[in-house]
């Protein structure tokens, strides 16, 4: 079993869709949280970062992590065609010598007008 | 700014060439880093560099080899490469290295294509 899943879609919705972007993991031990949006052979932008529990919102984007199920999401509200990328989970542990970023393999996004 | 800015954008090499990728953040971040990116699939930690010292080799073959000249600069040195090794390679930096989630940013990448 991985240590983080997400479905790799691809997921296609009409503009204006509300997008829901989920992530499983095993770890009990992360406590930090984030979304990256990755367009085609760009690096990965950080979009979403959150401590422990809770929901935190920015603009269209709502990222939420449930630690009790081991499950975090990230909701796209009016979506946009600009929003068609790859939108890869990540999370880390609270302690340990070093930061190591555990990924989910990305869930793939197209927005159609 | 949160920018981490990578040269060159594309590279093609043959397997006998030497050649270097390089990464530049001026954040003041203590912590850089390599990755490497397949197609459809999620990066893949190579380096961890803190406060220029490399602390972290996820057992990467000897025909990468890291460099970090000072505390904006990390470099990733090229030799005998094979088609394999064709990828997207990543560098990020971050505040410091250790818990407290450090967050990583991203530069755009290099697209290394071995012939």
């Known amino acids: 079993q991985k240590e983080v899943e997400q479905d790799p879609g691809p997921l296609s919705v009409p503009e204006g869709a509300i997008v829901s972007l989920n992530c499983t993991y095993s770890n009990s031990a992360f406590q930090y949280f984030m979304w990256y949006r990755q367009y085609s052979r760009k690096g990965p932008e950080l979009l979403m970062y959150?401590?422990?529990?809770g929901n935190k919102e920015d603009g269209r984007f709502t990222a939420q992590v449930d630690k009790s199920s081991k499950y975090i999401s990230l909701f796209i509200r009016d979506s946009q065609p600009s929003d068609s990328a790859t939108y890869l989970c990540?999370?880390?542990?609270?302690?340990?010598?070093?930061?190591?970023?555990?990924f989910g393999a990305g869930t793939r996004l197209a927005v159609h007008p | 700014d949160t920018e981490v800015t990578q040269t060159p954008k594309h590279l093609v090499m043959g397997m006998t060439n030497k050649k270097s990728l390089k990464c530049e953040q001026h954040?003041?971040?203590?912590?850089m880093y390599w990755y490497k990116q397949k197609a459809k699939k999620p990066p893949e930690l190579m380096f961890v560099?803190?406060?220029?010292?490399?602390?972290i080799n996820e057992s990467v073959p000897s025909r990468f080899s890291p460099e970090c000249p000072n505390s904006s600069l990390l470099n990733l040195h090229l030799h005998a490469l094979q088609p394999e090794d064709s990828a997207l390679y990543l560098c990020?930096?971050?505040?410091?290295?250790?818990?407290?989630?450090?967050?990583?940013?991203f530069g755009p990448g290099t697209r290394l294509t071995v012939l």
């Open positions: 990020a930096s971050s505040q410091r290295t250790g818990g407290q989630g450090d967050t990583q940013y």
């Open positions: 560099y803190s406060y220029e010292k490399l602390s």
């Open positions: 959150t401590y422990s529990s």
């Open positions: 990540a999370m880390s542990p609270s302690s340990g010598g070093y930061n190591k970023l555990i």
């Open positions: 954040m003041g971040h203590r912590a």
